[in-house]
């Protein structure tokens, strides 16, 4: 079906195509008839290749990423297409629009997208109202961020705010200090700013926990444009903090891959292919660096089963789809799950994948 309805799609802008797919997913998931169908053609056709992570046991490996369903509003529908499970996001504390459009380019010969949306958000509020009709047997994430115009020695606050609202409505909590979007966030990356605002979320979540009774994982997004340096401070404060996984990793500003495109000067993020190596690259430092003792959720450039099993590869123990999701649909989670069926056998997910990035024979 996707096939049929994708070059219609690419007909219109890019983000006006978006809106029309997300406004449609969003009326399916209220209506059980629809939800029915989309599960009937894609989610029962997905294998089952359970795996613990974090504590949390997903259905398969195979996740949507922040940024597709940045309000809440599709859970049911998204879900029944197969996705083993969603991160929702990203939501700040206060309403905002994001960046003027037009803000999304796709790159079509390169099956890739270049955003600046800028954290567009209906805010907490409204996003939690969203999230609370969700099933709650659909396993969430919820991507957190600050507003544009919150100073960054204040980013904090918004961080904890959001922390303080969706907690009790997500099975994780990602940390999106990477986004290239809005100006200065990936300042947060560094040290001297990471240490406080891990520290400060670490003992937030451990207040809710106590009150709650329920410990949720948090999770930390970070850059493909980091340095060796940046990453080894990165994995040592997530340590320290007890992070509980590294979302590897967010859009590129880089346009290495794009000489002579037309929308190569576009400002914003890149995703897709070109994306691939990069974050590859940061999932295999990462994975050095932590042996395993920190989850690493792979995103990036993947858009068939061979780039998703790179990521497994370099270190990653759950990938998420988005842009590979735009161009080639429902049908990518079944090919990358169906590969994965096959290579690993009789194996549990866990062992096959532990052999896998280890270098063993598969």
Known sequence: MYATLRPILFQLEAETAHDAVLGALGQASRNKA???LLERFNRRRIPSLPLEVMGIRFPHPVGLAAGLDKQGNACGALHALGFGWLELGTVTPLPQPGNPRPRMFRLAEHGALINRLGFNSDGLERFCRNVARCDARIIKGVNIGKNAATAL?????????CLDAVHRHADYVAVNISSPNTRDLRDLQRAQALNPLLSGLDRRRMQLADAGGRRVPLVLKISPDADRATLDDIASLARKHRIDGIAATNTTRSRAALEGHASAAEPGGLSGPPLAEAATETVAALFRNLQGEIPIIGIGGIDSAERALEKFQAGADLVQIYTGFIYHGPRLIREITE????????RPMRDFLDELRTGRDR
């Open 153 to 161: 020695e204040k980013s904090a606050d918004d961080y904890l705010a």
């Open 34 to 36: 629809a939800t029915a």
């Open 339 to 346: 590969r994965l069926r096959i290579e690993a056998g009789a």
